[in-house]
């Protein structure tokens, strides 16, 4: 590791600690850039905190928002939070989008190992995902297409190549059950996606060590929480 990547990385960490998560992000680019998909694993969940943090604020805020403009108390005040829910929106996809690009031109036109590429898969899918929480229109269509190619390239990846109960394969169907749910408003896919990775996983728990083993505990919890919820929607409220 060169010392200009070791002192961005610790920079990274520093300002985590700050919650300072754009300049965190900043002081990733060129580690990302330099490295691509050689990223360690400890490095990668260091871009996830990264990316994660810099987005939750908007997408918390835009729930909250869309919340309050749900009370008929404050529907004369509609046009402005209608606006300023506008812009933290905007201000959302462009972080988004620069994530996406980011991985797509620094990291997968480099990366041919199967884990790392299946984990920026993901990540793709995942970000596009953010955007389709409260996209509307030609935007909201392009984005679940490009969510859709991202998650399915990396199950194609993750179920060839990666045990059951890797942390990525689950997280990857964990994350890929909630769209289905969440944009596609597809109950029926998201159980059965969600029960086939729950059902690998235990078939193949036995066979896992310590720490895969606790890192697929944990997923298969929240794989089994959402199934729960969702199957009691299940008939009717299905939408295809």
Same mark, same amino acid.
């Given at each position: 590791?060169?010392?200009n990547?070791?002192?961005?990385?610790?920079?990274?960490?520093?300002?985590?600690?700050?919650?300072?998560?754009?300049?965190?992000?900043?002081?990733?680019?060129?580690?990302i850039?330099?490295?691509?998909?050689?990223?360690?694993?400890?490095?990668?969940?260091?871009?996830?905190?990264?990316?994660?943090?810099?987005?939750s604020?908007?997408?918390?805020?835009?729930?909250t928002?869309?919340?309050?403009?749900?009370?008929?108390?404050?529907?004369?005040?509609?046009g402005?939070?209608?606006?300023?829910?506008?812009?933290?929106?905007?201000?959302?996809?462009?972080?988004?989008?620069?994530?996406?690009?980011?991985?797509?031109?620094?990291?997968?036109?480099?990366?041919?190992?199967?884990?790392?590429?299946?984990?920026?898969?993901?990540?793709?899918?995942?970000?596009?995902?953010?955007?389709a929480?409260?996209?509307?229109?030609?935007?909201?269509?392009?984005t679940?297409?490009?969510?859709?190619?991202?998650?399915?390239?990396?199950?194609?990846?993750? +179920?060839?190549?990666?045990?059951?109960?890797? %942390? @990525?394969?689950?997280? =990857?169907?964990? !994350?890929? /059950?909630?769209?289905?749910? *969440?944009?596609?408003?597809?109950?029926?896919?998201?159980?059965?996606?969600?029960?086939?990775?729950?059902?690998?996983?235990?078939d193949?728990?036995?066979?896992?060590? +310590?720490?895969?083993?606790?890192?697929?505990? %944990? @997923?298969?919890?929240? =794989?089994?929480? !959402?199934? /729960?919820?969702?199957?009691? *929607?299940?008939?009717?409220?299905?939408?295809?």
């Open positions: 590791m060169t010392t990547v070791e002192e961005q990385i610790f920079m990274a960490r520093v300002a985590e600690q700050s919650e300072r998560f754009r300049d965190m992000v900043d002081f990733l680019k060129p580690v850039a330099e490295k691509g998909s050689a990223l360690t694993q400890d490095e990668r969940n260091l871009l996830s905190v990264a990316f994660k943090n810099l987005v604020q908007q997408r918390t805020a835009i729930r928002i869309s919340a309050i403009e749900q009370n008929p108390k404050y529907t004369k005040f509609a402005s939070m209608g606006d300023y829910k506008k812009r933290i929106e905007e201000e959302l996809y462009r972080n988004c989008d620069d994530i996406i690009q980011t991985i797509r031109n620094s990291v997968l036109s480099k990366a041919s190992e199967d884990e790392p590429r299946s984990f920026f898969l993901k990540m793709i899918g995942d970000y596009c995902r953010y955007i929480e409260s996209a509307k229109g030609d935007r909201l269509e392009k679940k297409n490009d969510a859709l190619s991202a998650y399915q390239e990396a199950q194609i990846i993750s +179920e060839k190549s990666l045990n059951a109960c890797n %942390s @990525i394969r689950l997280g =990857l169907a964990l !994350n890929f /059950s909630v769209f289905h749910y *969440e944009v596609m408003q597809n109950v029926t896919k998201a159980c059965e996606l969600g029960d086939k990775a729950l059902q690998d996983a235990l193949r728990l036995d066979d896992c060590d +310590e720490e895969t083993f606790r890192d697929a505990q %944990s @997923i298969i919890e929240l =794989l089994r929480e !959402n199934l /729960s919820l969702w199957k009691e *929607e299940g008939g009717d409220n299905d939408q295809q």
